[in-house]
């Protein structure tokens, strides 16, 4: 008679706790659009390509540039749900590149006219470590801020060719950033979401190897649980 009951709890045990409802492991993928604050402006850069030329005896005689500070940024998430109002993510984010820069010029050394193409690319990614304070919305939509940590390897490429001639360089930089954002997530189901969220990245870079600044993230995600 006492087996019964014995065996019992004796499963009660090893099963562990139950976690209650939406408590647990998770992912998430993710991608949208990103946009850099502050890094450089095309005018500065234009600034720059005259210096270089004039530093090597050549003269801008005219030329034009574009300039792009916006382009796709993805990543990818694994997190746990503490409660219904804290979890703890780690992602890794690819911002893509903060900018990108080419312009088109003719030059001269006094004597030759001749055309000149001159490119430069800024890109940041690296790991992320963030928790979330989340506020319940009925049973199906949640709204969250997120605050962490960012791990971010942060390259600037340039090249330039002239009259048969190229040369390239790359500069690269690792260091922690804080990063915040807030967000919002439909529950479809038990295992299935899907999130709107807006992050910042600050002071991504170095002001003195890649230069420096602010990379925003709009993004969209799907989410699945693994409980």
């Not at 005896?57 to 990818?76: K, N, Q």
């Not at 903060?98 to 055309?115: C, H, P, R």
């Not at 990245?201 to 602010?214: K, L, P, Q, R």
Request: glycine share 12%; net charge negative; charged share 15%.
């Amino acid at each position: 008679k006492w087996m019964g009951p014995l065996l019992l709890c004796v499963g009660c045990s090893l099963a562990g706790p139950a976690l209650a409802d939406g408590e647990g492991w998770y992912a998430v993928a993710f991608g949208g659009q990103s946009m850099s604050n502050n890094f450089a402006s095309q005018s500065t850069l234009d600034s720059a390509v005259l210096d270089a030329f004039a530093s090597n005896g050549l003269t801008v005689v005219d030329g034009s540039s574009s300039f792009d500070d916006s382009d796709i940024g993805f990543g990818a998430t694994i997190g746990y749900k503490v409660t219904e109002n804290f979890a703890a993510e780690l992602s890794y984010v690819d911002l893509g590149s903060a900018i990108n820069y080419q312009s088109t010029n003719t030059v001269t050394d006094g004597v030759t006219n001749f055309s000149a193409t001159t490119r430069a690319e800024v890109t940041a990614s690296g790991p992320v470590l963030s928790f979330l304070g989340i506020l319940p919305i009925g049973k199906r939509f949640d709204v969250y801020g997120r605050a962490g940590l960012a791990l971010m390897d942060t390259e600037v490429r340039a090249n330039a060719s002239t009259n048969g001639t190229s040369a390239s360089d790359s500069a690269s930089t690792l260091r922690s950033n804080a990063m915040y954002g807030i967000g919002g997530e439909f529950n479809a189901s038990k295992r299935f979401g899907i999130r709107i969220e807006w992050n910042r990245y600050a002071e991504i870079g170095s002001a003195e190897v890649t230069g420096d600044g602010d990379i925003d993230l709009l993004s969209a995600g799907f989410r699945i649980s693994f409980h």
